[in-house]
């Protein structure tokens, strides 16, 4: 089973969940969607728009797959049960977010080779990303992934901004 989550965020995200949805008529292979906010009528995958917390933990332990938004709970909870994971990371040029960090956090574990990250979101490169997400080495725990992950964006963060005397703020 793969299972797809947008999680509680308020904002829709209707194209990943539409192009899931139809990948679902293309494979044999069941697809479960929780698309939350995303207001699209599920034709080809099942699921509902919120599930309580027990209901989502148990379509994470049961999935073979899960592609999500790269939301750092949803990220945690399927590197706690090394389960493969595809991130197709909200952007702002779609109006799914306010600013790019969950890219950043995508494409900081897509190169960890830790996740596959999609932003060509048609359904043949989901269903390689899903497929190839399988082959990833065994994941490290989830709480050590993160962090490397954060680390990272932190560190690329901090050399691109390196502050002067001129900076705003500068205090020496």
């Not at 139809?22 to 698309?35: C, G, H, K, T």
């Not at 995303?38 to 728009?49: D, I």
């Not at 939301?71 to 040029?93: F, M, Y």
Request: hydrophobic content about 40%; proline content about 6%.
């Amino acid at each position: 089973m793969i299972f797809v989550t947008v999680g509680t965020n308020p904002k829709p995200f209707v194209r990943m969940i539409r192009e899931m949805d139809l990948l679902a008529s293309w494979i044999d292979e069941e697809v479960v969607i929780q698309p939350g906010s995303t207001p699209y009528v599920l034709l080809h995958a099942t699921g509902c728009a919120w599930m309580d917390d027990a209901t989502f933990q148990n379509h994470i332990l049961s999935a073979r797959t899960i592609v999500s938004h790269a939301d750092a709970g949803t990220i945690i909870g399927a590197l706690k049960q090394r389960k493969p994971l595809v991130l197709v990371p909200r952007s702002v040029k779609w109006q799914e977010c306010v600013d790019n960090h969950q890219y950043e956090l995508a494409r900081a574990l897509h190169l960890g080779q830790q996740a596959i990250m999609v932003e060509d979101v048609q359904p043949p490169t989901l269903w390689n990303a899903i497929t190839y997400s399988g082959k990833l080495a065994g994941a490290p725990t989830a709480t050590h992934m993160l962090r490397e992950a954060l680390s990272n964006q932190l560190v690329e963060w901090e050399t691109s901004q390196t502050i002067t005397r001129t900076s705003p703020g500068w205090k020496g």
